[in-house]
């Protein structure tokens, strides 16, 4: 075992990863990468001959990994420590967010496409088990044989999922296509509620991966088509993305802007410095995305939960993680200030002059923009639910979902109105 990994995009070494002190890593850009794609692996790492310090490398690698719960899990279970960024990304590297498949640099990677290994009888035993006792199961920790990691504190699989099959890969040449996250013992019919949320969003005009209910063995799960995978002569190419913590070089514990994390006015300027060749469109779409996150009621958007695509320059990637939390008895205080307050409750007429401020547009273009939102939402919200339940079954989520909306939007409309 060496203390060295191989960084891989697009089957070509992009730099090396050396373990340091407590875990940490530093990376370095390989000298043919630099001359021959100069290409970034993020905004936060810009191509350069020189090691990065440990700080700001272990920031955008840590940032791939699994958190809280299930990260305990794995490292309990792998026997290495919890902070230990270099031995996660060592047994989880090969599939990540993104174009990037890390492996140990003693081992040759393998490249052959395809090879998947069926796990839809194993993942059925897991989830009877996480019914039974949804403390101790988590789906990641469960499978053993997946090398694989994908961010956020939400139980979720990455997988492969042809027909109604699921896959794991078995080598850095196949990659996954879906995300599955199962149910969630603390949070009512979350599954139906991400799903219905991100359902109203494409309906809503926004460009966003499919995903929908998958019913195995019995169980609920919600599935999302990967964004960052393309299919390109019956191979799975990764595209590249990062989030918007890795791309101003947060390390994920500052993931909230309550804990030092980025807020508004830093979200746009991340914006305007590296997405605005189309003027200020995607500075508007970001706008538009947090009035819909405002109205359904989706106060964990953090820094994570919004990414860039690199593909041929810079793009703003579609929506994703699409929850209402306000239909959940949490303190429920938003990821980031709107104008100087976390909370809802505290939200006044003055606080969207504030948030104008900060992304920087006249408050007539945010009145404008709430107006079509709250019509293009209120437009689609019964139909949605009606079509929930035709296909899934009545649910009490739904009516909760309903009444937050309805709710948001009435708000908004007497503030704007
Ligand atoms: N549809 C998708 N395609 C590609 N990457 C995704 C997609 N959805 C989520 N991701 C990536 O996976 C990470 C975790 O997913 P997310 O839905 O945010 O989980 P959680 O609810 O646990 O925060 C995201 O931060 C993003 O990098
Ligand atoms: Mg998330």
């Known amino acids: 075992m060496t203390d060295r990994l191989q960084v ?5 070494l992009v730099g090396t990863l050396d373990r340091h002190k407590k875990g940490r890593v530093v990376f370095q850009y390989s000298q043919d990468w ?3 794609e100069s290409a970034p692996v993020s905004l936060s790492l810009p191509c350069r001959k020189e090691k990065f310090a440990p700080a700001i490398s272990t920031a955008f690698f840590e940032n791939l990994l699994p958190e809280s719960n299930t990260r305990t899990v794995l490292a309990f279970r792998h026997r290495f420590d919890k902070k230990d960024t270099y031995s996660f990304l060592e047994n989880f590297g090969e599939d990540c967010a993104g174009a990037l498949s890390i492996i140990p640099e003693d081992q040759d990677p393998d490249f052959t496409p395809g090879q998947y290994e069926n796990i839809t009888q194993a993942l059925i035993e897991t989830l009877d088990k996480m019914q039974v006792d949804p403390e101790k199961y988590k789906l990641y920790p469960e499978m053993k044989q997946a090398k694989l990691s994908l961010a956020g504190a939400q139980d979720k699989l990455p997988v492969y999922i042809k027909g109604t099959e699921v896959y794991l890969p078995k080598n850095s040449g196949s990659a996954t296509t879906h995300i599955i996250k199962p149910i969630n013992a603390g949070f009512n ?17 926004f460009s966003i991966p499919n995903s929908k209910i998958m019913k195995i063995g019995g169980h609920e799960l919600f599935v999302v088509d990967r964004y960052d995978r393309q299919k390109l002569n019956k191979e799975i190419v990764r595209i590249h993305q990062e989030d918007f913590c890795q791309a101003m070089g947060y390390p994920a514990e500052r993931k909230y802007q309550e804990t030092g994390g980025p807020g508004f006015a830093q979200c746009r300027e991340l914006i305007d410095e590296y997405l605005s060749n ?10 538009s995305m947090l009035v819909f996150n405002y109205i359904i009621g989706n106060h964990d958007a953090h820094g994570k939960n919004f990414s860039i695509l690199h593909n041929n320059g810079f793009e703003l990637a579609p929506f994703y993680d699409l929850v209402s939390t306000q239909v959940y008895p949490l303190d429920n205080k938003f990821a980031m200030a709107i104008g100087r307050t976390f909370r809802l409750d505290r939200i006044r007429n003055h606080s969207f002059e504030v948030f104008a401020k900060d992304m920087n547009v006249r408050h007539n273009l945010l009145i404008s923009l709430v107006d079509k939102m709250c019509r293009a939402m209120e437009k689609e919200l019964n139909c949605l639910i009606m079509e929930h339940e035709k296909n899934y079954g009545k649910a009490k989520i739904y009516e909760d979902l309903n009444k937050v909306i309805q709710s948001n939007i009435t708000q908004l409309q007497s503030f704007f109105g």
């Open 8 to 12: 891989i995009w697009n089957k070509r």
């Open 34 to 36: 630099i001359r021959n």
């Open 189 to 205: 019919d979350i599954p139906r509620n991400e799903a219905f949320c991100m359902e109203l969003a494409q309906r809503s005009g």
């Open 278 to 287: 189309e003027g200020a469109t995607n500075r508007l779409l970001f706008i």
